[in-house]
């Protein structure tokens, strides 16, 4: 299971994190979210076994591979109306392309889309609401527990200790903390993230 903490803005977070065993850091390069950071910093942010994942709504291939470049990321998170083609060229491997379920009328419409993207991307990401992020919002078990998709998909929006038990029941294969283990935003709450791992991977 791939447990990913995002909105990292301390560097005191980032080595929480990366101790703890957390296995994706999330960088989020968007100017309106509270949780905007500079490429500069994140070049300084060196985690041990982590890996460094880079969040863009907006950016193109050109602006994105530049930032990935300048900020030593290993890989991309892409949280806008990005593409198949865009996809492909950042590089599969590395890609965890963000897809919105309340976009779709069934879960069936969403798993062809899913498969549609699937060569395309290392992982989906399957968040709340209709576009964006850091909503704090979740999604319905319940609907995902229906969804039949071969590729593997993460769970975003909304997650902590006091939803993960029920959202462990709809098989994804990872999961994404961001505003359900803050104190405020971009401010991570160590004891929720430690409880969330517990909650994830029984350790304690
Ligand atoms: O957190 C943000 O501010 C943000 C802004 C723009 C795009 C994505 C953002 N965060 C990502 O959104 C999901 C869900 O977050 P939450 O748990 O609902 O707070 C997650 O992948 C964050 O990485």
Same mark, same amino acid.
């Given at each position: 299971?791939? @447990?990913k903490?995002?909105?990292?803005?301390?560097?005191?977070?980032?080595?929480?994190?990366?101790?703890?065993?957390?296995?994706l850091?999330?960088? @989020?390069?968007?100017p309106?979210?509270?949780?905007?950071?500079?490429?500069?910093?994140?070049?300084?942010? &060196?985690?041990?076994?982590?890996l /460094?994942?880079?969040?863009?709504?907006?950016?193109?291939?050109?602006e994105i591979?530049a930032i990935?470049?300048?900020a030593?990321?290993?890989l991309?998170?892409l949280?806008?109306?990005?593409?198949?083609?865009?996809?492909?060229?950042?590089?599969?491997?590395?890609?965890? &392309?963000?897809?919105?379920p309340?976009?779709?009328?069934?879960?069936?419409?969403?798993?062809s889309?899913?498969?549609?993207?699937?060569p395309?991307?290392?992982?989906?990401?399957?968040?709340?609401? &209709?576009?964006?992020?850091?909503?704090?919002?979740?999604?319905?078990?319940?609907?995902?527990?229906?969804?039949?998709?071969?590729?593997?998909?993460y769970?975003?929006?909304g997650?902590g200790p006091?939803?993960?038990t029920?959202? &462990?029941?709809?098989?994804?294969?990872?999961?994404?903390?961001?505003?359900?283990?803050?104190?405020?935003p971009?401010?991570?709450?160590?004891?929720k993230?430690?409880h969330?791992?517990?909650?994830?991977?029984? /350790?304690?």
């Amino acid at each position: 299971m791939i @447990i990913k903490v995002c909105g990292m803005t301390r560097a005191e977070d980032v080595e929480f994190c990366d101790a703890l065993g957390i296995d994706l850091l999330g960088f @989020i390069f968007y100017p309106e979210s509270p949780r905007n950071v500079a490429q500069d910093w994140v070049a300084a942010q &060196k985690p041990g076994r982590a890996l /460094k994942t880079g969040v863009f709504v907006r950016q193109g291939v050109e602006e994105i591979r530049a930032i990935a470049t300048g900020a030593g990321l290993d890989l991309l998170q892409l949280h806008g109306g990005h593409t198949v083609e865009q996809c492909l060229a950042l590089g599969p491997e590395r890609v965890i &392309k963000t897809m919105w379920p309340e976009r779709y009328p069934t879960v069936e419409r969403l798993a062809s889309d899913m498969l549609l993207f699937a060569p395309a991307c290392r992982a989906i990401l399957l968040d709340s609401g &209709k576009s964006g992020g850091g909503h704090g919002r979740s999604l319905l078990p319940k609907d995902l527990q229906r969804l039949q998709c071969p590729h593997p998909w993460y769970l975003a929006g909304g997650l902590g200790p006091h939803n993960l038990t029920v959202m &462990k029941t709809t098989g994804a294969a990872g999961f994404d903390l961001n505003s359900g283990v803050e104190s405020a935003p971009g401010i991570k709450d160590h004891e929720k993230i430690r409880h969330a791992l517990q909650l994830l991977r029984g /350790k304690p």
